[in-house]
């Protein structure tokens, strides 16, 4: 089935919806193209429809847009002690603000360089905006006399794993977010 999402004044709108487990868990966010076809496969059913009464039309159906579904059967996720780091994550982790100055961060900074061995991890690793990677390039933070806003630290907890939670996200979402953490 192709269909456009109908909205009240758009043409076409990407959306992202929230994928549970049988087990009502979150486990991720999906375009909604893949929902509706989990949901259309009797894989997934959903939970909740969009507020809004958006639509995916076809010549000869039309499904209401889902915001959240559930998978039918129960998905064993593995257990990972530590959350992988990635640069979507680090910038989350960050609130997308430079750990030097506080602006709007954009890239990633290694707090010890790894040209002087520093490691790529959570704890070595900020969001920085590019004047301030720039101006630091390869200097550690007391040639420079600078300091860190916040102690860089591996995030925990389950609701670290949906990454691509928007921070605008639907409304709807809320509660089954608010278990995970």
């Known amino acids: ?3 456009r999402l109908v909205e009240p004044g ?3 709108v990407s959306r992202q919806v929230l994928l549970l487990n049988a087990s009502y868990e979150p486990l991720t966010t999906l375009p909604l193209r893949r ?3 989990l949901v259309l496969r009797e894989k997934a059913e959903v939970v909740h429809g969009d507020t809004a009464g958006a639509a995916l039309r076809s010549a000869s159906v039309r499904i209401s847009v889902p915001s959240v579904i559930r998978l ?10 530590r959350i992988p780091l990635t640069r979507v994550a680090l910038m989350r982790r960050d609130h997308y603000r430079c750990a030097y100055c506080g602006q709007y961060a954009e890239t990633i900074d290694h707090v010890v360089p790894r040209s002087r061995g520093g490691a790529h991890t959570w704890e070595n690793c900020v969001a920085s905006c590019r004047p301030c990677n720039h101006r630091k390039a390869d200097k550690l933070l007391e040639e420079l006399g600078w300091r860190l806003r916040a102690t860089p630290t591996a995030p925990r907890g389950l609701h670290w794993r949906l990454i691509n939670v928007d921070p605008q996200r639907d409304p709807q979402w809320e509660q089954y977010l608010e278990r995970a953490a």
């Open 10 to 12: 758009k043409r076409r």
């Open 35 to 37: 929902a509706v076809l």
């Open 1 to 3: 089935m192709t269909g």
């Open 72 to 81: 039918r059967r129960y998905i064993r996720v593995p257990y990972h002690r």
